[in-house]
């Protein structure tokens, strides 16, 4: 039986509260994503992306509404204990990389279990595995200046897989990336997803990968407007 590891209800966020230029970003989102799952979040810049990014991965509360991650219930944690969810729980790739300059890829990758208290014997051997899993084992001692976009961001998924997250959370991994570059970085979701059964939300705005995904999610002026089944496969 599957088991749910995002659990949203009648999720609010507004910033600016009680003034007269309140704004209500997210509109009673309800959202599950089972474990497993391989969903992709649509929508217009403004539409609220971001924010629910936000929202799913522990970096902000929301004004109202309930949230469960991975069984975990978000709502009375204080920030020690969301940061501890965060890396423990969560792995983060970004459009813009954010690896770190002066540490080369292996101990880019490495960090995230430093964080986590795993001793370096196994640090190593997990950051080699991982490295090697996304093609970038020949690349372990290069700084990330030395690495092209497509590297780097190879680099950060390894990084994101490293305390064997419950959740990717890729937020337009492949938006500074050219289409032939990020064909490669979304083939590399696919195989995480098929060999490892990682749960991928993937947040874009390019349909045609948004179509490869198991589910589309669709937001419009922080409302959920559609949510159906997706191809599940890359385009030929």
């Known amino acids: 039986m599957s088991r749910k590891i ?6 609010v966020k507004n910033y600016y509260i009680g003034t007269p230029n ?17 969903v992709s979040i649509v929508g217009a810049s403004g539409s609220g992306k971001s924010t629910l990014m936000n929202m799913i991965g522990v970096l902000d509360r929301p004004t109202s509404g309930e949230y469960v991650l991975d069984g975990i219930p978000i709502r009375k944690m204080n920030d020690n204990q ?9 792995g ?5 990389f954010n690896l770190i300059p002066r540490n080369n890829a292996l101990k880019n990758v490495e960090l995230p279990m430093l964080y986590a208290g795993v001793e370096r014997k196994k640090r190593l051997e997990r950051a080699k595995e991982l490295l090697t899993l996304v093609g970038m084992g020949d690349r372990m001692d290069h700084q990330p200046n030395e690495l092209s976009g497509g590297q780097k961001q190879r680099v ?3 990084r994101a897989l490293a305390n064997d997250p419950a959740i ?5 991994p492949t938006g500074a990336l050219d289409s032939s570059t990020g064909r490669l970085v979304m083939d590399l979701f696919h195989k995480v997803h098929e060999q490892d059964g990682k749960t991928i939300v993937l947040i ?19 409302m959920i407007v559609d949510d159906r089944p997706g191809s599940g496969k890359a385009a030929e």
């Open 82 to 90: 969301l940061s501890d969810v965060r890396n423990k729980k969560i």
């Open 168 to 172: 990717l959370l890729a937020d337009e």
């Open 92 to 96: 983060f790739v970004f459009q813009t």
């Open 156 to 158: 950060a998924i390894a």
């Open 22 to 38: 309140e704004l209500h970003i997210l509109k009673d989102i309800s959202l599950e994503v089972e474990e497993g799952d391989f």
């Open 6 to 11: 995002i659990e949203m209800h009648s999720i």
């Open 204 to 222: 874009t705005h390019n349909p045609e990968l948004a179509e490869e995904t198991n589910r589309v999610v669709t937001l419009h002026d922080g």
